[in-house]
């Protein structure tokens, strides 16, 4: 009976290479990853700025797509000259919103412990560190990125070295 292989070594190998890269550079894995995106964007206001321009037609919907057009080409440039103001736009909302969690638990409970739940004081201490966590990453938010990506380095390097490993074992 023949087995049938499902993987491939050299991929296991190159996800924990790549994992590595991640753990060891993350901020310029970033700052990589930011400008491509802002290349995106360049390439996609231009795609339709082209036809924009060309257009003789000249009303309020042509107008908008201009505009949108132009708006789209800047932030594209934009993001590429300040890749890390760019990245640090993201943990800074999402810091934001588990700041404000974190206070609407702070507030159920404070209510608890006024209603005499005796599961107040856990969900006090949970509710400040959940503030903490919002506020750590409101205070730094490219540090939080930088630490997502190492995060997802160390997880790229685990599964390619188990990847490896089984396909080791299917020999």
């Known amino acids: 009976m023949m087995q049938e292989r499902f993987g491939n070594p050299g991929a296991a190998v190159f996800l924990a290479v790549l994992g590595a890269v991640l753990i060891l550079t993350p901020g310029t894995a970033v700052s990589t990853l930011v400008r491509c995106f802002g290349l995106v964007l360049i390439l996609i206001g231009t795609l ?18 201009l505009v949108s057009a132009v708006v789209t080409v800047a932030a594209g440039f934009l993001v590429m ?5 760019a990245a640090s736009v993201f943990p800074l909302f999402a810091g934001a ?27 006090l201490v949970f509710s400040v ?23 997802i380095g160390v997880i790229f390097v685990y599964n390619g070295i188990t990847g490896f490993w089984i396909e080791a074992k299917k020999i």
């Open 48 to 65: 339709k700025l082209v036809p924009q321009l060309r257009s003789k037609m000249r009303d309020a919907a042509g107008n908008v797509a």
């Open 81 to 85: 000259m300040c890749p890390e103001k």
């Open 97 to 123: 919103v588990i700041l404000l969690v974190g206070i609407v638990h702070l507030l159920h409970a404070l209510a608890a412990k006024q209603a005499g739940d005796s599961s107040a004081r856990i969900m």
């Open 129 to 151: 560190i959940t503030i903490a966590c919002g506020a750590m990453i409101c205070c730094n938010p490219f540090s939080a990125v930088t630490t997502l990506v190492r995060i």
